[in-house]
């Protein structure tokens, strides 16, 4: 990371653990040691975790809320020749976390951005669910409302494996949707609290994991993934 005094700073995207600390990797923790300042999208999260790993460093808040704003600030200081590393609360920033605005940003003004491989929710959840991997499409969180209903008809005629997110007080709503757009057979699997003391994977179709989750409860954030027609 050593630049001439002429040089513009460098854009750090660092994945944070999306549970257990020993996910972090060394790399991550050495840029975040070396830059001149984190951004962090919710900096209670985040502090307890940088003193965690030892990193001393001026932490500022970076959040859907305030980031257009906030990115004409960053832009400045890394034309300025400073280093800056961006961390959401956990996993790979950008991904449906804060992240996407600023890069694009950093980018127009043709300025250095790096994304760390790490941690991400979707991969893992994927990789277990015993389902097609060499194709797939990744949607983030459904709508709530507007455009739900027209996503989950467009979803059910997909042949890839589709993957989203989703959170413990929607999840059997959005299994009964699911099962009435791509019917009660078809194959899906459910993962929750990944890289947790209480990770688990469910799988069978939906008919069957409704019943799982209707028996067992419904804690912590899920991934599902759903089989291709």
Same mark, same amino acid.
């Given at each position: 990371?050593? /630049?001439?005094?002429?040089?513009?700073?460098?854009?750090?995207?660092?994945?944070?653990?999306?549970?257990?600390?020993?996910?972090?990797?060394?790399?991550?923790?050495?840029?975040? /040691?070396?830059?001149?300042?984190?951004?962090?999208?919710?900096?209670?999260?985040?502090?307890?975790?940088?003193?965690?790993?030892?990193?001393?460093?001026?932490?500022?808040?970076?959040?859907?809320?305030? $980031?257009?704003?906030?990115?004409?600030?960053?832009?400045?200081?890394? !034309?300025? *020749?400073?280093?800056?590393?961006l961390i959401s609360d956990a996993g790979t920033?950008?991904?449906?976390?804060?992240?996407?605005?600023?890069?694009? $940003?950093?980018?127009?003004?043709?300025?250095?951005?790096?994304?760390?491989?790490?941690?991400?929710?979707?991969?893992?959840?994927?990789?277990?669910?015993?389902?097609?991997?060499?194709?797939?499409?990744?949607?983030?969180?459904?709508?709530? !409302?507007?455009?739900?209903?027209?996503?989950?008809?467009?979803?059910? !005629?997909?042949?890839?494996?589709?993957?989203?997110?989703?959170?413990?007080?929607?999840?059997?709503?959005?299994?009964?949707?699911?099962?009435?757009?791509?019917?009660?057979?078809?194959?899906?699997?459910?993962?929750? $609290?990944?890289?947790?003391?209480?990770?688990?994977?469910?799988?069978?179709?939906?008919?069957?994991?409704?019943?799982?989750?209707?028996?067992?409860?419904?804690? *912590?954030?899920?991934?599902?993934?759903?089989?291709?027609?």
């Open positions: 990371m050593e /630049k001439k005094e002429t040089d513009s700073g460098e854009l750090f995207l660092v994945p944070t653990p999306i549970g257990n600390l020993e996910d972090m990797t060394i790399r991550a923790v050495n840029i975040l /040691k070396k830059v001149d300042f984190i951004l962090a999208e919710d900096t209670r999260n985040s502090i307890p975790l940088l003193k965690h790993f030892g990193i001393e460093k001026k932490v500022f808040s970076h959040h859907q809320h305030n $980031e257009h704003q906030a990115t004409k600030e960053i832009i400045k200081f890394l !034309k300025e *020749g400073k280093n800056i590393a920033p950008a991904i449906s976390d804060p992240g996407f605005y600023l890069v694009r $940003e950093v980018i127009k003004y043709n300025l250095k951005v790096t994304c760390l491989p790490g941690a991400t929710a979707f991969v893992p959840a994927l990789v277990c669910a015993g389902l097609p991997v060499d194709r797939f499409t990744f949607e983030g969180f459904l709508p709530l !409302k507007k455009g739900r209903q027209t996503r989950l008809k467009e979803l059910a !005629k997909e042949t890839r494996t589709i993957v989203f997110y989703e959170s413990p007080h929607r999840l059997l709503k959005t299994i009964d949707e699911l099962i009435l757009h791509c019917g009660s057979e078809r194959q899906a699997s459910i993962t929750r $609290e990944i890289s947790k003391i209480y990770e688990e994977t469910i799988r069978g179709n939906l008919l069957e994991l409704k019943q799982y989750f209707n028996n067992q409860g419904v804690k *912590g954030e899920f991934v599902v993934c759903l089989a291709g027609i």
